[in-house]
């Protein structure tokens, strides 16, 4: 693979970190005459630390893999290849292990690379490469000032190794022009390389400088990422004899974790200054992007369809199980609301069931349980907390065994459901006999909700159901990325979380509204005084003292729609955090409805 | 179990004027507390007093709510005695500010009212005017220190008039008790301690009630067994979900084997395979197991086992009381071989039983090392030591009602009488040679010293070779060696036995122990797995430029730090997917297409933050953070 890219690629480097015991064996291997190397240009730069960091790195690793083997074959899992599950491959290492600290123009990079080659792109994977392949990076205008003080100050002299292709040896000249010549200035990297068996020319020691500095910060990257199998290839051979085991020792255990602040601590940000702005692209409100989207063909819809056709087998077995006592939690990739409306549409027709729209941002513990009472129950009273409410529902189903309930709930780990409290009542819910539970979750942390109480309470049997769907449903209500784009709140939410208040709260909102919009064109605007917006409910009979009205704001202001600021008066001022755009169309549309 | 011993303890030792405090030891983060402590509530309630409380910790932050709590489910528990008669009082009395004088006097009104009503249970002993009321802290630790001293100080003053008996759970050690209480306090009680067993027994016995006995007939493989120990001892510590996962293998069991029909009791599968459709028939003929046993037979057999139904039919039946016969047997003398192995010095086989039941079931144990160990360890083993598990051995043999098991343990009988007889004879062997020895002192001559010296080496050394106790040692080694070698055989080796053994361990795996962060990540990295498409296939860590939107963005994000810029994360995907659109040659507008790519960019975008991956953030304009430290 390395010469089919090689050829490819001429700026190709190829960075390798070698512990002691490589370097001696390279020695040695050298003594013998491997004159194949000999050709290689090499580079050494000999500092305090020494290998310290990736021969840390050779060691911990290893012995993070001992421990996944062990525990790994402690849970029989060697044995058998899980067939739905991506775990079997995997150990858990490679999955979430420590960051590196990346490039800036790293993703550009790569992007490149999986543009231009389909199927041969560069491997991003570090770590589960064994050949680092890593691009010298062009100091473009990405590449900024901020960048090399940061690795001034963070890059302690790392001793490091380094092979050069002999390709790469024909365009040096051509990267190292566009190596800002104030850098070198900044190394601070000792000379002792060149009192070792470097193999460059005395006269290339003015340029190697600058790549040295390059290489730096390359191999830097490579340092931090655990490379297991960097010990068995022996590719280049800095030796290093004065390395002070003692300080090794005692920075183990640090490391890991400097390297997390380190990243972490420093307030300078590596990435470009470049906003949306600039781009000058069109901002995208919830319908227009619906529509662009509509208009791509989905690939892989055979593939998708034979998936779901899997999954739609499970059904009934499902059924079995939920009516055994086990509850049903789905996870994987991909929206699964198709999954579950198709479950809900085939197998419960004839059942009660509920279904919980977890991604809704109105939806909240209190309400499953109201549509509970009040929906399944026929009950119409009302409860002091939602404890009471709880037991009175457990009560009822405990008498009565011949009522039955499915619950199904889409994202259990939403926003508004994730709290300790929300879990610890569905999951009450879900122990009853004669309700049944099944579930999808889909954030990456979604299981750390469950401690072992709540986990034998929800009594689950996971179901890795990868659909790949898009999540449409789902992020509609979501406010951030895409609001940030388009500028405001999307008027779906507007109008769904309008939709679940009393008439009145509607008025007040609706006063709130016209207020702003007929000030839309004074600059100065700040917003509604609460004593103006008081006064003005008052007259509209919309509430009967400021406390009601308080009251009304805080649900407001919980469900973020709008915004108190105090003036220089010390007055407060109300504010529709929202463009004006928006709060048109949401009059027009109320108008529509009432 | 723990809880009975409780309600008997509290009744041997009763200093005057002292409340009594018994603490339960148990261990922490145990899912099966809750049942722990509902059991200890039932049994209590039961037999000693219908003055039973618990509390926990997280409802009484101080010395008001304590008694609240206290007085409000005291007068509930008794509301249930009393058949809710006083109900309108009920509702009135909890406004009522609650103090230990109240407590007190409702107490008094109670007890005498319920005392002629209610007659004294058997084993309340006299000394009780009236029954106890028994408070459970079931987390004694987390209380606060205040509150509990407090509490035992001002109802240790109304001990006369309110006998009060408080249960501490503790998840540490006994001493958490002194450090919480200074010693002016701790004195007003008087501490009992008792242990709960710890879960590593209940584990044993569900295995030895359910799974070590041919009552019933499902069986898990070496693997499920394996799997479901290790999420017990690794995982939670956890009874019920030990016993969820057993159910579960159960269900699958008989959701996917169709054979499984037959997997009931002897008469029952019995009378069941008579009745076995063509297609079942078929299902039997299919199984390897039964498919290598027909091999082994006799041509004709194999014929008839092929074609006739009626045969096939008969065959199975006595293959399934072999079957079951071999269970017995087996489970039998894995007892007995587990009573010579668990006291070994360094367990080779383990010391407990179900470490022994997997070493047979993953492989045959006379190849392994360890048996060979346990052996080679029994040849060394003292006489007494020997003795004592001959005896416990018998015992296993003469409970089980098994026929021709009666050899063995009269074989066993003989052993154990052969060892004690030894006694005799070695007492007299010891006569011998000190008769020998004072009859060559008697000589002095020098020439017959000699003699009779080199004599008694002689002697010593023949009788040093094997003594009586070592041939005999040496027979019982052999002879267990031959029961294991012809009955604690693989269950593979057994036809049918996949109508019993349960054994697709990863299924279960699955489903109680799943890894969704795995699987996300496997589903983001490499598509090609989840969707069997050559156009996605690729290489290990790098994914090809047609893969899902999401999966594009998700390796592009990697290549960042801890912000992420939008404009150079939307333009590398435009990159990447513009590429990938060119190859399909689509005929679009360049500015459409650009919008699409965009629109297609949000969604990835925001399905990543629906994920948990990044987050926006003000930190900079236009930019996202990342969530997921590494993932390199």
Redesign the interface.
């Known amino acids: 693979m390395m010469s089919k890219l090689e050829s490819k690629e001429d700026k190709m480097l190829e960075v390798q970190f070698v512990g002691d015991d490589d370097v001696l064996n390279h020695i040695l291997d050298r003594e013998g005459g491997a004159k194949i190397k000999k050709e290689r240009a090499q580079l050494l730069v000999n500092t305090k630390k020494i290998i310290k960091k990736p021969e840390y790195d050779l060691e911990e690793d290893d012995q993070e893999v001992l421990k996944d083997q062990n525990?790994v074959e402690?849970?029989?899992?060697h044995?058998?290849?899980?067939?739905?599950?991506?775990?079997a491959?995997?150990g858990?290492n490679k999955?979430?292990?420590?960051?590196?600290?990346?490039h800036?123009e790293?993703?550009?990079?790569?992007?490149?690379e999986?543009?231009?080659t389909?199927?041969?792109?560069?491997?991003?994977?570090?770590?589960?490469?064994p050949e680092i392949t890593i691009d010298i990076p062009q100091c473009s205008k990405g590449h900024s000032a901020s960048d090399k003080v940061q690795l001034k100050t963070t890059l302690t002299p790392v001793n490091f190794s380094y092979m050069e292709r002999p390709t790469a040896n024909n365009d040096k000249s051509e990267f190292l022009s566009t190596a800002p010549r104030g850098l070198r200035k900044r190394l601070i990297v000792p000379r002792s390389h060149s009192d070792s068996e470097s193999e460059y020319s005395a006269s290339n020691s003015e340029d190697d400088e600058g790549v040295a500095q390059e290489y730096e910060e390359d191999t830097n990257e490579v340092i931090l990422?655990e490379q297991i199998q960097a010990q068995n290839r022996v590719l280049s051979a800095p030796v290093c004899k004065e390395t002070p085991s003692k300080k090794m020792k005692r920075d183990k255990t640090s490391d890991l974790v400097e390297e997390?602040f380190e990243?972490?601590s420093s307030s300078k940000?590596?990435?470009?200054?470049?906003?949306?702005q600039?781009?000058k692209?069109?901002k995208?409100d919830q319908q227009?992007?619906h529509n662009?989207?509509s208009?791509?063909s989905p690939?892989?819809s055979?593939?998708?369809k034979?998936?779901n056709q899997q999954y739609e087998q499970l059904f009934h077995?499902w059924m079995?199980?939920l009516h055994?006592?086990?509850n049903i939690v789905l996870?994987?990739?991909?929206s699964k609301r198709d999954l579950l409306e198709r479950f809900r549409t085939t197998v419960l027709q004839d059942c009660i069931h509920v279904v919980i729209n977890g991604?809704f941002p109105g939806i909240s513990v209190k309400s499953i349980l109201n549509s509970i009472t009040e929906e399944v129950l026929n009950h119409m009273g009302t409860f002091r907390s939602v404890v009471d409410q709880l037991d009175w529902i457990i009560n009822k189903f405990k008498e009565e065994s011949s009522l039955e309930l499915f619950l199904l709930i889409h994202n259990l780990d939403s926003q508004m459901l994730r709290g300790d409290k929300s879990q610890q009542i569905i999951g009450q819910l879900s122990s009853l006999r004669n309700i049944y539970l099944i579930a999808s979750?889909?954030?990456?942390?979604?299981?750390l909700m469950w401690?072992?109480?709540k986990?034998?309470l929800y009594?689950w049997?996971?179901?890795?159901t990868?659909t790949?769907s898009?999540?449409t449903e789902?992020?509609s209500y979501?406010n951030?990325?895409?609001v940030?784009?388009s500028g405001s709140l999307p008027l779906s939410s507007l109008t769904h979380v309008l939709r679940s208040l009393t008439p009145n709260a509607r008025g007040i909102f609706r006063l709130l509204i016209k207020y702003q919009l007929d000030n839309q064109d004074n600059p100065s605007y700040i917003g509604l005084s609460f004593q103006d917006f008081y006064q003005q409910c008052r007259e509209a009979f919309l509430v009967n003292s400021d406390l009601t009205l308080r009251a009304q704001l805080t649900e407001f202001r919980d469900h973020k729609l709008i915004r108190t600021k105090k003036g220089t008066d010390g007055v407060e001022y109300l504010l529709i955090p929202v463009d004006n755009g928006t709060l048109t169309d949401f009059l027009e549309k109320e108008e529509e409805e009432f | 179990m723990a809880t009975s011993s409780v309600s008997k303890g509290c009744f041997v030792f009763k200093p005057n004027f002292k409340k009594r405090k018994i603490s339960v030891p148990i261990g922490v983060?145990?899912?099966d507390h809750?049942l722990t402590f509902r059991s200890l509530t039932e049994v209590l309630q039961n037999n000693v007093t219908p003055y039973v409380v618990s509390l926990q910790a997280k409802d009484c932050p101080d010395m008001k709510h304590f008694l609240q709590k206290l007085a409000s489910q005291l007068m509930d528990c008794n509301v249930d005695v009393q058949s809710k008669e006083k109900e309108g009082v009920q509702v009135t009395q909890k406004k009522i500010h609650y103090s230990m004088d109240s407590l007190s006097t409702w107490y008094m009104n109670v007890t005498q009212k319920t005392d002629p009503k209610i007659p004294r249970k058997k084993r309340t002993p006299s000394q009780w005017q009236s029954p106890p009321v028994v408070l459970i802290l079931k987390d004694m630790e987390s209380f606060t220190t205040k509150v509990l001293q407090d509490f035992i100080i001002i109802s240790s003053q109304h001990l006369h008039e309110f006998p009060l008996i408080l249960i501490f759970g503790i998840a540490t050690s006994p001493i958490v008790v002194h450090r919480l209480l200074p010693h002016a306090v701790s004195s007003l009680l008087c501490i009992e301690l008792f242990q709960s067993l710890s879960c590593k027994e209940h584990l044993t016995t569900v295995l030895d009630k359910l799974l070590l006995t041919t009552q019933f007939p499902f069986k898990l493989s070496e693997?499920v067994l394996?799997?479901l120990t290790?999420i017990f001892l690794?995982h939670?510590f956890?009874i019920?979900?030990f016993i969820?996962g057993l159910?579960?293998s159960l269900?699958e069991h008989f959701?996917s084997q169709p054979l499984s029909v037959l997997c009931c009791n002897l008469p029952e599968a019995k009378r069941r395979i008579n009745f076995l459709s063509d297609n079942q028939c078929e299902n039997i003929r299919r199984l390897p197991s039964f498919r290598r046993y027909v091999e082994k037979q006799a041509s004709e057999k194999q014929v008839a086992l092929l074609t006739n139904e009626r045969f096939l039919k008969e065959e199975t039946q006595s293959l399934l009381e072999n079957l079951h016969v071999y269970h017995t047997n087996y489970f039998l003398v894995l007892r007995c071989l587990h009573q010579f192995t668990s006291s070994l010095p360094k367990y080779p086989l383990g010391r407990q039983i179900r470490e022994l039941y997997c070493t047979c079931l993953e492989k045959n144990i006379l190849d392994s090392e360890e048996y060979a160990s346990a052996l080679q360890l029994l040849r060394m083993l003292a006489k007494d030591e020997l003795m004592a598990m001959l005896q416990k051995c018998f015992k296993v043999f003469k409970s089980s009602s098994e026929k021709h098991f009666g050899n063995t343990a009269k074989r066993i009988e003989e052993f154990l009488a052969q060892f004690q007889s030894l006694d005799a004879e070695a007492k007299e062997e010891e006569e011998d040679t000190s008769e020998s020895q004072s009859k060559g002192l008697q000589k002095t001559d020098l020439y017959h010293l000699q003699k009779s010296l080199l004599e008694m080496k002689e002697l010593r050394r023949t009788s040093k070779r094997q003594t009586k106790f070592e041939v005999l040692r040496e027979q019982l080694v052999s002879f267990i060696d031959s029961l294991v070698r012809e009955y604690l055989l693989l269950p593979e080796t057994q036809p049918l036995h996949e109508v019993l053994y349960f054994s697709a361990?990863?299924t279960l795996?699955?489903?109680?122990?799943?890894?969704?962060?795995?699987?996300?990540?496997?589903?983001?990295?490499?598509?090609y797995?989840?969707?069997?498409?050559e156009a996605?296939r690729?290489?290990?860590?790098?994914?090809?430029?047609?893969a899902?939107d999401?999966c594009?963005a998700y390796?592009?994000?990697?290549?960042?730090?801890?912000?992420?810029?939008?404009?150079?994360?939307?333009?590398?995907?435009a990159?990447?997917v513009?590429?990938?659109e060119k190859?399909d040659a689509n005929s679009v507008t360049s500015e459409e297409r650009n919008?699409?790519i965009?629109?297609?960019f949000?969604?990835a975008?925001?399905?990543l933050?629906?994920?948990?991956?990044i987050?926006?953030t003000k930190?900079?304009?236009?930019?996202?953070a990342?969530?997921?430290?590494?993932?390199?």
């Not at chain 2, 699955?510 to 598509?527: F, S």
């Not at chain 2, 797995?529 to 498409?533: A, F, I, P, S, T």
């Open positions: 525990y402690v849970l029989g899992r044995v058998q290849e899980s067939l739905k599950n991506g775990s491959t995997d858990g999955v979430y292990s420590f960051q590196n600290r990346k800036p790293k993703m550009a990079k790569l992007a490149s999986l543009a231009k389909p199927r041969k792109s560069v491997s991003s994977n570090l770590k589960s490469d990422s997390y990243a972490h940000v590596l990435t470009s200054d470049r906003t949306l600039k781009l692209r069109a995208l227009t992007l662009l989207l208009k791509v690939s892989f055979a593939e998708l034979q998936l077995k079995l199980q055994l006592g086990f996870y994987g990739l991909g991604f979750i889909d954030h990456l942390n979604a299981p401690d072992h109480a986990q034998s009594n049997l996971w179901y890795e990868t790949y898009h999540y789902e992020t979501e951030s990325l895409l940030k784009q | 983060n145990v899912t809750d693997k394996q799997v290790n690794y939670d956890s019920q979900n969820k159910q579960l269900l959701y361990a990863h795996r699955q489903h109680l122990n799943a890894a969704p962060r795995i699987a996300l990540h496997t589903a983001l990295n490499n598509p797995y989840y969707l069997k498409n996605l690729s290489e290990e860590g790098c994914i090809p430029n047609v899902p999401i594009i390796k592009l994000h990697l290549e960042c730090s801890r912000l992420i810029n939008l404009v150079d994360w939307s333009e590398a995907f990159t990447v513009t590429a990938a190859m919008e699409i965009h629109a297609r949000i969604r975008v925001s399905e933050e629906l994920l948990g991956f987050k926006p930190q900079k304009t236009d930019h996202v990342r969530l997921t430290w590494g993932g390199c």
